[in-house]
């Protein structure tokens, strides 16, 4: 298993991809801002299963942490 997808088909890109959606319901303010709607969303996959808790969560939040720019802000 790669470091982006996950058990149930879950990858870096697909979350990058609610990221995108999420800035566009409720705009991304600050790079703090950003890490803390990553940090939900995570949250959010683990409690649903799409991710497992024993996946490398700080992997998956470090490199989307480095595509703040690929926001386009």
Known sequence: MTSDIF???SSEEEI???????NELEPVTSHAHYLSVIDEIIAEKIDFGEIHPDEDVQLI???L????DD???
């Open 7 to 9: 058990d149930v088909g």
């Open 61 to 63: 939040k470090d490199n």
């Open 16 to 22: 990058f991809e609610e990221l995108r959606i999420r």
């Open 71 to 73: 926001l386009g802000l």
């Open 65 to 68: 942490a480095r595509r703040f």
